[in-house]
């Protein structure tokens, strides 16, 4: 058998398919044949590189050059140049973009820098359920570090000046919430990480905890070091099964290596963790409601103040951190602090982590810098938009945030500059639409979330949202006039103001933000009865055009109602009466026959 | 397991970990051990992960060929579940997306066996925080 002594990647990710990349690989195929060399060196395509702007990609092993927007044509000379005389061929080495120098080796490339795993750093890596994989992988080291080198006020200190934002949503900075913690006065505290991760769409906690519970369980010593507490208690929804083993796993070994318990590492200091299931409910993740839910009581938040580093579990004080958040923890204080605070915008240091969804290539969890752009997110790592459509808006933040559209594609993301174009950062999901979604259906999900998941405490969440989605059903079914377009955004603008507590206050924010970016599409439902997306069932019908149908009778075989008459190679016909709109037929249509109206 | 005690026993056992796994993973003697870690999960789960666990371990086994396979968490690429990473001794480390039985067998016959690499490679596009320690 031939042993290839050299490779040749060559991607074959959807964005590179559409620039010819199988054209090429077939040529490159071709030359080596010709050359006689099909025995040493060895063509296979690969999955995406991430970075589709300059497809199609061909990289080669095992010298690791990276040649960029390679057309089929070039194939003769990469063979003869690169494979026969050992020579790269220059034009088509990547040039870096700020410095305008050519980089042959994929390793110094800049693309590589677009994401930085340090929450996912053992995602992937270690096994999650053997504690010794973490330990080598600097497991536990910070907080031996803080435990026995540092005092809770310098580690505090550490924690501020790295600038760690909370990744659960609000971003508030995680260091100041220590402080307050640990400033206040009690004989019990408790740690409390946040694993009830409630967006549609996001699953970014859950992959952390799969993937390297020990880091958050190091983290949480540290935090309660910092704030004089001795219990934490991990609060994940149920719906978790894997990530709740893996955790308990996790805990059991960290206490049979002493490293939770009593007396770690010879410090003096005790602590050990609990977990606590919840039943899923949306609200829950809002702290306040957590904390309630922990004791007993029903999953509905309170007024804050007092706060929960004030008045917490039990009437405590108590610090709550998402999940990632204490992810970023243990790195903060083994890289230090100088080095998080480099990554990042000068508001908002460090990485996030996003849950890539919706009609993208890439869907999956990336991990990026702070202040990256929805481009890069969308175009380069996520692969661009699915069989080639048109992009139309970014979903950020979940039923909380707003849709971002176009103009905002360039915008850096960070904590601020996501809330001052309407939208948030939230806990991560990021659900890409695409030209065949319907924004005002959009914001009508959403809102059937909201007020399933309104724990119904205070009236303008309870009734309001109810009302919200009302009004939007009737826009959907085209019964609506612009008088009631004037009503949804007044009772926006009143639920976001008089709710109690952070689930009311942002539970508009979809319809406010497609309001202010597609406006034009709520006036066609509402004065043309119109859905320009062809989605809202009320407002559309199918219907088959003469001139194409070749009378195959596939649509009236697949029709579930049988609402399409017609004999083999005549005219069908939809009997619009009868027709559920449910899309068989414009599926099973080979010939462009049926069309939505 | 033994209580860790100290700071300093923390470091002594992490150092004597890291050993243990070099010598394990970056033995370049060719009848060095080959390591296949599995993204195990829920999406890769969901995605039938688990029998191609088993049936790498199974299969492995079988074949006679002295291997490693571990499982380990999610490795990002949601869109190519279920996803493997398989390190030959001497190589670095690569990851094959959408990995059912067949694909498996695949990969051992001609991969593991003979280091030809077969399609359907996910390139890694991130850095890793010991990467840019070395900066």
């Known amino acids: 058998m031939a042993k290839f002594k050299m490779h040749m990647l060559v991607c074959g990710g959807t964005g590179c398919r559409a620039s010819a990349s199988d054209m090429l690989f077939d040529n490159l195929k071709k030359e080596l044949q010709e050359q006689g060399l099909q025995d040493e060196v060895q063509v296979v395509t690969t999955g995406c590189f991430g970075f589709c702007e300059k497809g199609p990609i061909v990289k080669m092993i095992p010298d ?121 006065s009690a ?90 299931y919840g039943a899923g409910a949306f609200v829950c993740g809002e702290e306040t409601a957590l904390i309630h839910s922990m004791e007993g009581e029903r999953g509905e938040p309170t007024f804050k103040p007092p706060f929960p580093a004030q008045s917490g579990y039990l009437g405590k004080p108590t610090n709550v951190n998402n999940v990632e958040t204490f992810a970023n923890v243990p790195v903060i204080y083994n890289k230090g602090a100088k080095w998080f605070a480099g990554i990042g915008t000068e508001k908002s240091k460090g990485t996030k982590v996003f849950a890539l969804a919706g009609k993208i290539n890439n869907v999956g969890l990336i991990e990026v810098p702070m202040g990256i752009t929805l481009r890069e997110v969308i175009f380069e790592i996520g692969g661009g938009i699915k069989d080639g459509k048109k992009f139309k808006a970014v979903q950020t933040g979940g039923p909380s945030g707003g849709c971002l559209t176009e103009k905002h594609l360039d915008t850096p993301i960070d904590f601020d500059n996501l809330l001052a174009v ?58 609506a006039d612009k008088e009631d377009l004037d009503n949804l955004r007044n009772l926006c603008m009143v639920i976001r103001d008089t709710s109690l507590c952070g689930l009311g206050q942002t539970s508009p924010n979809p319809v406010l933000s497609t309001m202010d970016n597609f406006m034009a599409e709520y006036i066609a439902h509402v004065e043309d009865d119109r859905c320009p997306s062809g989605v809202c069932k009320d407002l559309i019908r199918y219907e088959i055009i003469p001139e194409n149908c070749v009378g195959c009778t596939a649509c009236a075989r697949n029709c579930p109602v049988n609402c399409i008459a017609g004999e083999r190679k005549q005219l069908h016909t939809i009997d619009q009466s009868l027709c559920i709109k449910c899309g068989a037929c414009l599926e099973k ?4 026959a049926v069309a939505i109206i | ?63 006679n060929i002295d291997a490693i396979v571990s499982q380990t968490g999610c490795m990002g690429y949601c869109y190519a579940e279920p996803t493997i990473e398989v390190t030959l001794p001497g190589n670095e480390p690569v990851v094959y997306g959408y990995v059912d039985l067949k694909k498996a067998d695949e990969i051992i016959e001609k991969y593991i066996r003979n280091q030809e690499l077969v399609d359907g490679i996910i390139p890694v596009n991130y850095q890793t925080i010991e990467k840019d320690k070395e900066d």
């Open chain 1, 64 to 184: 690791n050059t990276f040649y960029v927007s390679v057309e089929p044509g070039d194939a003769k000379e990469i063979v003869a140049e690169h494979v026969v005389k050992g020579r790269r061929v220059e034009r088509l080495l990547y040039v870096d973009p700020v410095n305008k120098k050519q980089i042959a080796d994929s390793k110094g490339m800049g693309f590589y820098k677009k994401q930085i795993r340090i929450a996912l750093r053992n995602c992937g890596l270690i096994d999650p359920e053997n504690i010794d994989e973490y330990l080598a992988a600097d497991g536990y080291e910070a907080m031996g570090k803080v435990l026995t080198e540092m005092t809770p006020e310098d580690a505090i200190q550490e924690m501020i000046d790295s600038g760690l934002r909370g990744r659960g949503g609000g971003g508030f900075p995680t260091g100041v919430k220590w402080q307050i913690a640990s400033k206040v």
């Open chain 1, 589 to 592: 249509c080979k010939f462009n």
């Open chain 1, 422 to 479: 309407g939208s948030m950062m939230g806990s991560g999901g990021m659900i890409v639409m695409d030209e065949d979604d319907c924004m005002v259906a959009v914001a009508k999900f959403y809102l059937d979330f909201t007020v399933e998941e309104s724990c119904g405490k205070c009236s303008p969440c309870r009734i309001g949202n109810k009302r919200l989605y009302e009004l939007l059903e009737k826009i959907t079914k085209g019964q």
């Open chain 1, 187 to 276: 004989d019990q505290k408790y740690v409390v990480c946040n694993a009830d991760e409630g967006d549609p769409g996001a699953f970014m906690d859950r992959s952390i905890l799969e993937g390297d519970p020990h880091s958050v369980l190091e983290a949480m010593v540290i935090n309660g070091y910092c704030i004089g507490a001795t219990k934490g208690l991990i609060y994940i929804r149920a719906e978790y099964p894997l990530a709740i083993n893996r955790l308990k796993i996790a805990i059991k070994q960290a206490r049979e290596y002493g490293l939770l318990g009593k007396d770690i590492l010879g410090s003096g200091f005790d602590f050990d963790v609990e977990i606590r």
């Open chain 2, 1 to 63: 397991m033994t209580k860790i005690k100290s700071l300093a026993d923390l470091k002594k056992i992490k150092g004597d970990l890291q050993s243990k796994i070099a010598l394990r993973e970056k033995s370049d003697k060719p009848e060095g051990r080959v390591i296949v870690k599995v993204a195990m999960a829920t999406c890769g789960i969901a995605s039938g992960s688990k029998d191609v666990m088993e049936y790498l371990v199974d299969e492995l086994d079988k074949r």
